[in-house]
Each structure stands twice: as C-alpha cells, then as structure tokens.
C-alpha cells in the first residue's frame, strides 16, 4: 500500500471516530432536566422531589440557587424508568419549606418557579 493510501486510511478513521464520539456526547444532551427559578427574596438550598408515596430524594444544588437565580437540574439516570408526575417542594435559607407542588417532569423546557 502506498504512502498516499495510508494517509487516505488515516483520514477516513479520524473522521469516523469523530463521528462516532460526537454521537456519544449527543446522548449525554438527552438526559432529563428541568430548571428551577427562584423568586424569593431567600436562597434555595435544598430541591427535593418524590414520586406519590415515595420518600423524598434531592438535587445536588450546590450551596444554593440564589434569589433571583435560575438552576438546570439534571435526573439522576436511575430515575429514567420512574413517573413523569411527581411532587417537588424546596427548602429556603432560613429553614421554611415551599409547599409540595405535583408537576409534569416529562414536559419539555419544563422551568418551576418559586417565590
């Protein structure tokens, strides 16, 4: 095989395996998510969401979404095979908790607001 061979072989397995890993990020775009906005006047330092008779779970938030802040909350994979309708509430800086609000998280640009 000539030199111009190998390097038209070369070529085409770059492009392939570029093809091949920019299909694998795509998967990573299609986890489930939705944001959070906060309205209050107090920070958000816990989000948690359960389905119906289910105990609680929460989002890694960091410290938390700050007043007038917007948060992207990403689904843990294990929770793909569960209910799109369940409930979420938050947890405030000064301790008070939103009440427990039932939603459609298979709703595309879902975005929740609390005030």
């Known amino acids: ?17 570029l093809a091949v890993f920019s299909q694998a990020g795509s998967a990573v775009a299609g986890d ?7 309205k209050s006047a107090v920070g958000i330092t816990k989000v948690l969401v359960r389905e119906a ?3 609680w779970g929460s989002f890694d938030i960091g410290t938390m979404i700050e007043p007038g ?14 209910d799109c309708e369940q409930w979420i509430k938050v947890v405030y800086a000064d301790g008070s908790e939103a009440k427990a609000t039932k939603f459609d ?11």
């Open 69 to 82: 802040r917007t948060a992207k909350l990403v689904w843990a994979k294990h929770t793909n095979n569960q």
């Open 1 to 17: 095989m000539g030199a111009w061979w190998k390097q038209a072989l070369f070529v085409l397995l770059g492009v392939a395996a």
């Open 32 to 38: 489930y998510s939705f944001k959070v906005h906060n």
């Open 53 to 55: 008779g289910g105990s």
């Open 105 to 115: 998280f298979c709703e595309d640009d879902l975005e929740i607001e609390f005030e």
